[in-house]
């Protein structure tokens, strides 16, 4: 009885380790998808329109200046592969592609896919976003 309870709490614990394992390198793994998958998706030209979009809303200048005075030495994450990791794993990849169809078809509003994303974000990651675009525009 006891050798049994022994193997099956092994056989448990290496269940758990796997599981982790497969949890964390598999939100790696999406998080490296998604970056290539946007990289690839924006030449030049949709470049320059992303960046001439966000030059002229004043929303997103507010917050790009904010991200200026950021100290990052005290921000959970620095990069943007990081800052796909805490997205994946805090709002779900299959929820961030939603958001990304529905942004597409204009049925979702800036200020909807603002609100959801801050209700499942703490203020410390809210900050390390706007430290991470900010770094992006301005390399």
């Known amino acids: 009885m006891k050798k049994f309870l022994t193997i099956t709490a092994i056989i448990l614990v290496l269940l758990g380790a796997a599981g982790y394992a497969v949890w964390h390198f598999g939100t790696n793994i999406a998080s490296e998808k998604i970056i290539e998958k946007v990289e690839s998706t924006l030449d030049d030209e949709n470049l320059e329109e992303v960046k001439s979009y966000i030059e002229n809303d004043s929303k997103v200048q507010e917050i790009v200046s904010e991200a200026a005075t950021i100290n990052p030495d005290t921000l959970p994450f620095q990069t943007k592969e990081e800052a796909t990791r805490v997205l994946i794993k805090k709002v779900g990849v299959n929820r961030l592609l939603d958001i990304q169809k529905q942004a597409q078809n204009g ?8 609100s959801e994303i801050e209700g499942k974000l703490s203020e410390d990651e809210i900050s390390a976003l706007k430290y991470v675009l900010y770094k992006e525009l301005n390399k």
Request: proline content about 0%.
């Open 107 to 114: 049925s979702i509003s800036k200020d909807e896919v603002l």
